[in-house]
């Protein structure tokens, strides 16, 4: 992009909408990031399958390259819609992704999702074919992976779950799951993993 800020495609976690992400998009927006670079996804069936949504990213992902004449960009996840993020890395390459933030990402299930309903519900759960499959297989190495992880999470439990092989594993200090993407000091560390990655790339 000609503001030397990549395209940012933003992805919600189980049961939220594209509503979630809007603090996350204002605050790129307000940091520099023209209007049609930072797109907020919501999935069709939100307690669907992270299989469904992983295609439901890659048709996003193919239009943000096509819009913006990149051939790659970020995409930050929350919650459950880091597991769906990863499943389509895994299945694509990742060729088009050069950043994957995973934002209270269960990498390893939770025991929360014993009360979590639908397809995704079931497939968060600590031990699940879906978990057993997606982690038996790591990252395309093209692509940066960075987790977040709040020590307050109650909807990633065990807490370490949110930590991943071969991803760089941060502590965020006080926002409440829910309000990751929403807590200012996270978003302003994400901001600059992003324009880390530009200047890298530059």
């Known amino acids: 992009m000609r503001s030397g800020r990549p395209p940012v495609l933003l992805v919600p976690g189980w049961s939220d909408t594209a509503r979630v992400l ?10 520099g990031w023209p209007e049609r670079a930072v797109h907020c996804l919501s999935f069709r069936d939100r ?3 992270n299989i469904d949504h992983a295609r439901e990213i890659d048709a996003a992902v193919r239009e943000m390259t096509a819009v913006s004449g990149t051939s790659r960009i970020a995409v930050v996840a929350h919650s459950m819609g880091g597991l769906a993020l990863r499943h389509y890395l895994l299945e694509t390459g990742g060729a088009a992704v050069h950043t994957a933030i995973f934002a209270g990402t269960p990498h390893h299930g939770t025991w929360a999702a014993w009360l979590a309903w639908g397809r995704g519900g079931t497939e968060m759960r600590p031990g699940s074919a879906f978990l057993e499959h997606l982690n038996a297989r790591p990252l395309p190495r093209t692509v940066r992976a960075v ?3 709040t020590p307050i999470d109650m909807r990633v439990l065990p807490g370490h779950s949110a930590w991943l092989d071969g991803a760089a594993c941060l502590t965020v200090r006080l926002p409440t799951h829910p309000r990751m993407l ?7 560390l994400i901001t600059e993993l992003l324009l880390d990655e530009q200047a890298d790339a530059a």
């Open 22 to 31: 809007r603090p996350c998009r204002a605050f790129l927006l307000g940091r």
């Open 47 to 49: 307690y669907g399958s």
């Open 147 to 149: 987790c977040l992880r």
């Open 182 to 188: 929403r807590h200012g000091r996270t978003l302003q």
